[in-house]
């Protein structure tokens, strides 16, 4: 599912300031996102590196961002973040990921070597189903979500976790940021 244009929006307002950077999509989907992300990246010289394992998506994403006229500033890999992202020798000022919510974890320890100093890392709807305080907007749309998914991951590690991470993240049409709380959830 497309990010709404709300977040479409955040994403052009995280990238646009940051001059000559470039910025990494984990889960490139049909390329909404990457044109939101590329449209903020082309005012000052900056590129977007994305990342999409599907074929068929992958095609789309590129029949998407090049009807937007933004292929020069987005660039596209096919194939599994999980073994891409270290192959990769850039690094990044902003990355957003929006792909697999059990591989988050994952990917954001893939990630943390190749970000710049005071880069934003920002993680589309990050908490899994299950997990305090959290209302999964996948949970709602797909009820299939959880029985695919268990209820939540545990244990050192998961976001749900004892060792929390501090993100900006884009869950559903809400923005949360911060610390997640003790209890569990955005703070």
Known sequence: MPVPPETGRF???????HASGEALELGGGKGYSTIWLAAGARLLGGTVLSIERDPEIASMWRENVAAAGLDETAQLIEGDALEEVE???????????DADDRFYEQLFQLIRPKLDPGSLVVADNPLPAGVPGCVHPRAAERPDHRKRHGPGRRGPGALGGPRRIGLAAVLGQRLQFGQPRKGGGPA
């Open 11 to 17: 994403l052009f307002s995280l990238v646009a300031p």
């Open 87 to 97: 192959a990769l020798d850039n690094s990044f000022g902003i990355v957003f990921i």
